[in-house]
């Protein structure tokens, strides 16, 4: 059985951990319900961060006295037992709304499923599973993890608390005593004082640890969630606890990329960082590492600055794009860019291209490659030509169709350049060749906010900008064969959000049997998908949305 709920505890200084456990809980337990009690500055901060979590969580901001305070600071002010106490009250304030909960310290991360719980017992601890001489000094079972269906848990928690030898976690054996109760199995709450503090020697207890199905198992069951502050490997001036905690962290990060679990891994680098880095290579760069920095990378600009906990990094050790350290972010048009670098990442999101051509030899490889969003030449612009102008309707757009584009290289003249006769049937129908362009970006992306439909023709990657500029003012586009329109991570819709067409007189029988009323519906389909996906308001959670919970 499952937890019917969660609940955890955390202040200012933890919050990032807690971002951490709620973010797994999103994976491993999608939707579920989970109590949080934090100061205002704890949840200020993570309803501000990215993504939006997939959890119904009810705050209780009940920690502002603790706010600021550490260990040390608690203890000498008397306070510490009172805090720890917390979990207590996290936990009865769950049972005033769930059958059960299973409170979880937010230095917790799940890998997996929790899905033993024994709801015939009345209460379920995590052993320390470490020697007797530390036992009596810490306890038996772990403050950090306790489920319970009893109400009157809270204040027998509270009262064995007052006379146990070592705050919560030696009263949990008061507790033992007075409940039913069933044990987690050590592939539970695995930790670093499970190596350093058992009567097993620690290379023993690493060697339980294996691979199995792709993913960590210990003594051949799934690891099902690990128990450490990973940023305690980034001290300078490291204690010998940070550095054991440092040594198992690094036992941990060395499983999870033997399994290439990049998600688990980029959550993990956020702890560290405080916020999701993206590497963005340095320019100028030599051929054909060189860019404008315009396209994805000009989006990218406008994504940190809407986004608090989104860093842009410059990084001039690889002329790709990454998210942590693992996840390939591939905003170049064709394979042109495929190197031993793009090998070696866990996960791929291709930008332009087809996952099924592009991608084919590389998913050979076993490399995780998912679509992606593509987006406009200039964001910038069409952005604040949005903000300034909006979209127009039916009656308001003075051109019935449109292309505008034109051909600098041999395969874009292939496709824009060919025997098919667009001129006969487009309104306006402007195909250059050469870098000199006939509009500016401002005239081009506002010929497209005032036409009803727009031609949409391939160019050196299979995907242009073109198609995503005109879903951006509700410009409904006709999409030639050789145009990858499905291969997004939100695929647009035939007839929903674009039409396909195969030459002139395909394109006008279609384009006269919609309505206006239907050319209204599919206008605002494209606007709200491209709001939805590509806009710099909402694409970074999105994208989040993609890693995380649809991979």
């Not at 070592?166 to 004082?193: G, P, R």
């Not at 404008?292 to 001039?316: H, P, Q």
């Not at 600098?408 to 050469?434: A, L, M, P, Y």
Request: charged content about 30%; aromatic content about 12%; overall charge negative.
């Amino acid at each position: 059985m499952k937890p019917s709920s969660f609940c955890s505890i955390a202040t200012f200084g933890r919050h990032d951990e807690l971002f951490g456990l709620l973010l797994t809980l999103s994976i491993h337990h999608r939707n579920c319900r989970v109590y949080c009690a934090v100061d205002t500055i704890t949840k200020e901060f993570i309803e501000e961060y990215s993504p939006k979590l997939d959890l119904e969580i009810y705050w209780t901001v009940s920690l502002d006295e603790y706010s600021g305070l550490d260990r040390d600071s608690m203890e000498k002010n008397g306070v510490w037992n009172d805090f720890l106490m917390q979990k207590a009250m996290i936990i009865d304030e769950a049972l005033k709304h769930e059958e059960d909960t299973l409170f979880l310290d937010s230095d917790i991360l799940l890998l997996d499923t929790i899905d033993n719980i024994d709801n015939s017992q009345e209460i379920g601890v995590s052993p320390h599973y470490i020697k007797d001489s530390d036992v009596s000094l810490y306890g038996y079972y772990n403050g950090g993890v306790m489920w319970t269906n009893q109400k009157s848990l809270k204040d027998d928690w509270v009262e064995f608390t007052k006379s146990s030898r070592y705050c919560d976690q030696a009263a949990i054996e008061d507790l033992v005593k007075k409940y039913d109760t069933f044990e987690f199995e050590e592939n539970y709450n695995f930790s670093w004082w499970r190596i350093t503090q058992s009567n097993v020697p620690p290379e023993k207890i690493v060697s339980n640890l294996s691979i199995q199905d792709n993913r960590i198992h210990y003594k051949n069951k799934p690891l099902k969630f690990i128990h450490t502050h990973f940023y305690e490997q980034d001290l300078k001036a490291p204690s010998e606890l940070s550095r054991t905690i440092a040594g198992f962290n690094d036992l941990m990060i060395q499983g999870l990329n033997a399994i290439k679990d990049y998600r688990t891994l980029l959550i993990i680098n956020r702890m560290i960082n405080g916020e999701w880095i993206i590497k963005l290579p340095k320019q100028p760069m030599d051929y054909p590492w060189n860019h404008s920095n315009d396209s994805f990378r000009e989006l990218l600009r406008l994504l940190e600055d809407k986004n608090s906990d989104l860093k842009i990094e410059e990084n001039s050790e690889s002329g790709h794009l990454w998210l942590g350290d693992n996840i390939l972010l591939y905003d170049r048009p064709t394979t042109l860019w495929f190197n031993r670098e793009v090998l070696q990442s866990y996960k791929m999101l291709l930008g332009n291209g087809d996952v099924e051509e592009e991608a084919s030899h590389l998913r050979q490889n076993k490399l995780d490659v998912s679509p992606w969003i593509f987006w406009p030449r200039k964001p910038k612009v069409l952005e604040e030509i949005l903000q300034a102008d909006k979209i127009l309707n039916y009656s308001s757009r003075d051109i019935e169709s449109i292309f505008i584009g034109n051909y600098e290289n041999d395969t874009q003249k292939q496709f824009r350049n060919t025997d098919v006769d667009w001129k006969s049937f487009i309104t306006e129908f402007h195909c250059t060749s050469g870098d000199k362009h006939k509009f500016t970006q401002e005239e081009y992306l506002n010929k497209l906010r005032n036409s009803k439909y727009g031609l949409c023709l391939r160019g050196f990657g299979s995907k242009c900008h073109r198609e995503v500029e005109l879903m951006a003012f509700g410009t409904v586009p006709l999409i030639t064969p050789e145009v990858s329109i499905e291969s997004y991570m939100d695929a647009p819709i035939e007839n929903v959000h674009y039409i396909k067409i195969s030459d002139p007189d395909d394109a006008r029988k279609k384009i006269s049997d919609i309505t206006e009323d239907e050319w209204t519906q599919m206008s605002k389909a494209c606007y709200d998908w491209y709001q939805k996906n590509v806009h710099s308001d909402n694409c970074w959670n999105n994208t989040l949305n993609s890693l995380f919970y649809d991979s």
